[in-house]
C-alpha cells in the first residue's frame, strides 16, 4: 500500500511544529511524519492509504477527532487505524506532556489498562493450543497454591476466569505507590483475605458461586497471568512469555507487559516516549503521580498504538499476522463467540475476555477498553465485516468522573462505516460495462418506487426523460452512465411486473439482460448492502447471505 504523508504545518501548532517545518523549508521530508492541526491541538501523524475509500475515512474521522478533543479538554490522544489487514494511519493530536510542550505523536507510548487483558487472554489460549491446559481444568492444578469459592458450587475453572464468571469481586488490580511484590506474593495475600481494597477496604473478595453470574474481575485475570508463568513449559515469566510468544514475533517493537511501568523494568526506548497521564478536574490538567498494579497481568501493557493494531488484524484474520501463527483459526473464533447469553449492556455479550457487540450482525465488533487511574483510557476495537480496527490512547482521565471521548471516537467511526456505501474495486467502465451499470440503475430506480415507497402506475414518460437528460456524472468519478441502458432498465422490469416474486426473481429471469452474477457486482458497485434495502430486489439466498 502507498504511503501518503500529511505535509500541511500550521505555525499555531506552537513549537513542536517548528522542527518538522524546517525540514520542510529545508526540502527535507518528515521520516512518516509530518505536524499538520489548527491553532489549539497540533496534529502529527503519517498515512500510508491512497485509496478514496480509506481516505475519506481517515478526514472524517480526524476531524470528529479533533471535535471531540475539544468538547471534553483531552490534553492528548494518538490512535492507530487498520484496513482489511494493513496500517493505513497513525497520528498524535495535542500533548504528550502539556508542561514540557511535548506533543503527542504516532509513537507515543500509552499505558494500558484493562486492555492488556487481552494479551494475558491470548497468552493462556496459546497454551490451550499448545496442549498445556485445558479451559475446564480447575485452576488449582496450575497454581502454586490453592483457590476455591467459599460460596460454591465447583472449583473454579480456566473458562471461568477469562469469561469472568468465578464469583471474585472486581478488586481494583490492588494498585500500590511503590513497585508491587511478585505477582505470586501478591494474589496470596489477595486470596487470603475476604475483603479487597475497593471501597475502603469493604468489598467482599468473593461475591457470588461459581458460575452464576458475569462480574468483573481484575483478580481474575491477575490469576490467569500466573497460570501462564507457572504453567509454561518454557519456564518463562508471565512478561517473558507474553514478549517472546505475541509482542515481538507479532512485530510489536514498541510495546511491553512488563511487571511494573516502572524504570526498573521499561526498557529505556520505550520509557522515553511515554506520555504523561492526566486528572482533568475542571480547567485544571493534573498530573497522575505514578501507580503500579500488584495484579499487572489485568492491566499493564506499554505500548503505541500501531503496535495494538497487530493483535487485532492477528484476531481478525484467525490468528495469523505477517506469516506468524498466533493463536490458531479454531482458537480464535472461540474467543470471538458469546459463551453466555447473557448480555452484559446493550447488545454486548462476552467471549473469552474479550466484549463483543451485536453478534453476528455487519456491525458486529469485538473489543476491550482500559484505563490507568487517573491518567489514561484506551480502547482497542476490530470490526471483522467492515474490515477496520482502531486503537485509541488518549492521556486523560476525569475526576470527579471520567470524559467519554474515547467511546465517542469508536462510535464515530462504526457509524460512518455503517452509513457509507460499501467499499468495492470498480470495474473498467467499457461501454458495454457502462450499459449494464445503467441498465441495473433503471432497474432499480422503477422497481425503488413501487416496492419500497408504494407508488403506483407508472413512472410519467416525459417526467422519466427529463431525468435522464439531466442525469450527470459526478466530477472524478467512473464515466458509466448510458441513457439508452437506464431506459431499457426501467422497461424489462414494468414488463416483468413488480409484484415482489417478480421483481426479487428478475435477475435470473430470462426477463433481464444482466446475469445474476453481474447484477450482484454492480449493485455493490451502486452502494447497495447485504442485507439492506436492496434485499427486496435480490433473492435473499444470495444477496442477504453476504
Not at 72 to 84: D, K, Q, S
Request: charged share 20%; with cysteine; proline share 7%.
Amino acid at each position: 500500500m502507498n504511503l501518503r504523508i500529511r505535509s500541511r504545518v500550521s505555525l499555531a501548532a506552537c513549537i513542536p511544529g517548528i522542527a518538522v517545518l524546517a525540514a520542510i523549508l529545508a526540502g527535507c521530508e518528515p521520516q512518516q511524519q509530518a505536524a499538520t492541526g489548527d491553532a489549539d491541538i497540533p496534529v502529527t501523524e503519517s498515512v500510508h492509504a491512497d485509496r478514496p475509500f480509506e481516505l475519506r475515512l481517515i478526514d472524517a474521522t480526524r476531524d470528529y477527532v479533533l471535535h471531540a478533543m475539544r468538547a471534553h479538554g483531552t490534553p492528548g490522544l494518538n490512535l492507530a487505524m487498520g484496513y482489511r489487514g494493513e496500517l493505513i494511519w497513525e497520528a498524535g493530536f495535542g500533548w504528550a506532556d502539556v508542561a514540557a510542550g511535548k506533543p503527542m505523536t504516532p509513537e507515543t507510548v500509552y499505558h494500558s489498562g484493562s486492555l492488556g487483558k487481552t494479551y494475558t487472554a491470548t497468552a493462556i489460549m496459546h497454551l490451550v493450543d499448545r496442549g498445556v491446559i485445558v479451559l475446564d481444568d480447575p485452576i488449582s492444578e496450575h497454581l502454586p497454591f490453592e483457590v476455591h469459592n467459599p460460596l460454591g458450587d465447583r472449583d473454579v475453572t480456566v473458562h471461568d476466569l477469562l469469561t469472568h464468571r468465578s464469583g471474585l469481586s472486581g478488586g481494583g488490580a490492588k494498585g500500590v505507590w511503590d513497585k508491587p511484590v511478585p505477582l505470586e506474593d501478591a494474589l496470596r495475600a489477595s486470596y487470603a483475605s475476604a475483603t479487597s481494597p475497593l471501597l475502603g477496604g469493604t468489598t467482599p473478595f468473593w461475591i457470588g458461586k461459581v458460575g452464576a453470574q458475569f462480574n468483573y474481575s481484575n483478580p481474575g485475570i491477575a490469576t490467569l497471568g500466573l497460570i501462564v508463568q507457572t504453567a509454561n513449559p518454557d519456564g518463562l515469566s508471565f512478561s517473558d512469555y507474553v514478549q517472546r510468544h505475541i509482542m515481538d514475533p507479532l512485530g510489536m517493537e514498541s510495546s511491553q507487559y512488563p511487571p511494573a511501568q516502572h524504570e526498573d523494568y521499561v526498557r529505556p526506548d520505550i520509557r522515553e516516549n511515554m506520555s504523561t497521564g492526566y486528572a482533568r478536574m475542571g480547567s485544571a490538567w493534573v498530573p497522575s503521580v505514578p501507580l503500579y498494579f500488584s495484579h499487572y497481568p489485568a492491566g499493564g501493557v506499554v505500548a503505541k498504538p500501531a503496535d495494538h493494531i497487530r493483535l487485532l488484524t492477528a484476531m481478525m484474520d484467525g490468528g495469523e499476522y505477517n506469516g506468524y501463527r498466533v493463536l490458531e483459526a479454531e482458537t480464535v473464533d472461540e474467543m470471538l463467540t458469546p459463551q453466555y447469553d447473557e448480555e452484559i449492556g446493550p447488545g454486548i455479550t462476552v467471549g473469552l475476555v474479550w466484549r463483543m457487540r451485536n453478534h453476528g450482525a455487519r456491525s458486529m465488533s469485538f473489543a476491550h477498553a482500559g484505563g490507568h487511574m487517573f491518567g489514561w483510557r484506551t480502547e482497542g476495537y476490530g470490526w471483522p465485516e467492515l474490515g477496520v480496527t482502531l486503537m485509541v490512547a488518549h492521556n486523560q482521565w476525569s475526576l470527579p468522573d471520567p470524559s467519554p471521548e474515547g467511546g465517542m471516537i469508536t462510535g464515530f467511526v462504526e457509524d460512518w462505516l455503517m452509513g457509507e456505501p460499501p467499499d468495492v474495486d470498480l470495474t473498467p467502465a467499457t461501454a458495454e460495462w457502462a450499459w449494464k451499470v445503467s441498465y441495473v440503475r433503471g432497474v432499480v430506480y422503477a422497481a425503488m418506487f413501487r416496492m419500497y415507497v408504494g407508488v403506483e402506475g407508472e413512472i410519467p414518460a416525459d417526467g422519466l426523460e427529463e431525468a435522464i437528460a439531466s442525469t450527470r456524472v459526478r466530477p472524478g468519478a467512473r464515466e458509466d452512465w448510458d441513457p439508452d441502458g437506464f431506459r431499457e432498465g426501467v422497461s424489462d422490469i414494468r414488463e416483468a411486473g413488480f409484484g415482489y416474486e417478480e421483481v426479487n426473481g428478475f435477475w435470473a429471469s430470462p426477463a433481464s439482460r444482466v446475469t445474476i452474477e453481474e447484477a450482484e457486482v454492480i449493485l455493490r458497485e451502486l452502494g447497495a448492502r447485504f442485507p439492506g434495502s436492496s434485499a427486496v430486489l435480490f433473492p435473499p439466498a444470495r444477496g442477504g447471505s453476504q
